[in-house]
């Protein structure tokens, strides 16, 4: 999750996403979406046995015994859905937000009281007076060194530090397989 210091960015430079950028993102989109396409045939099935329960309403079998069961269990799936998609769908939405090109700095600093568990510490892109632009939460293996260096960053609020000095940080790759088939997981 980013954190950003309020009304420092108004005044960026800003690009638009390029074709292949949002491309990155639109197939990472699909290939959630299609696993998300599981839930909700579950929940289908679930309202459907729901509705089927309720039109029978045989004396022997009351409906009303197993159909909020079934009720719950088709909420829970969209529920599950709507979780898989939260992130895509906002990651998607991030590429009619601008990218902010600043040069300035990059700060990595290692994780404080507040941290998540399994991050490994931060990075924030400052400008060219260290004034603290955005922070994300970074994760890995590695310690993080708390350094402070001069840097050309590209950076989406959302999506993070895209570049430093023109090379890509790999947090947006520059290839994305259709649906995410063949991904090999981030070192």
């Known amino acids: 999750m980013e954190r950003r210091v309020p009304g420092v960015g108004d005044s960026l430079v800003r690009r638009a996403w ?18 998300a396409v599981e839930p909700l045939i579950c929940a289908l099935v679930f309202a459907l046995l729901v509705g089927g329960l309720i039109r029978a309403n ?5 409906a009303i015994m197993l159909s909020p069961i ?7 799936f969209v529920a599950y859905a709507v979780v898989l998609m939260a992130g895509p ?3 998607f939405l991030e590429t009619f937000s ?18 998540n568990p399994r991050s490994n510490g931060y990075v924030a892109a400052l400008n060219e007076e260290r004034q603290m632009l955005c922070e994300w ?3 890995g293996s590695r310690e993080v060194f ?4 001069p840097s050309l960053v590209h950076f989406a609020r959302y999506g993070g530090i895209i570049s430093i000095d023109g090379k890509r940080t790999g947090g947006l790759p ?8 063949g991904t090999k997981a981030p070192r």
């Open 89 to 91: 769908v906002r990651a």
């Open 174 to 181: 520059e290839e994305f397989p259709l649906l995410g088939i």
């Open 58 to 62: 045989r004396p022997d079998a009351p």
């Open 137 to 139: 939460q970074t994760t």
């Open 146 to 149: 708390e350094r402070v260096e």
């Open 70 to 76: 079934f009720g719950l269990a088709s909420l829970a």
């Open 18 to 35: 390029t074709h292949t950028e949002r491309r990155v993102v639109w197939r990472g989109f699909l290939g959630r979406a299609l696993i």
């Open 98 to 115: 601008p990218i902010y090109v600043v040069d300035g700095y990059v700060r990595y600093r290692r994780p404080d009281l507040h941290s």
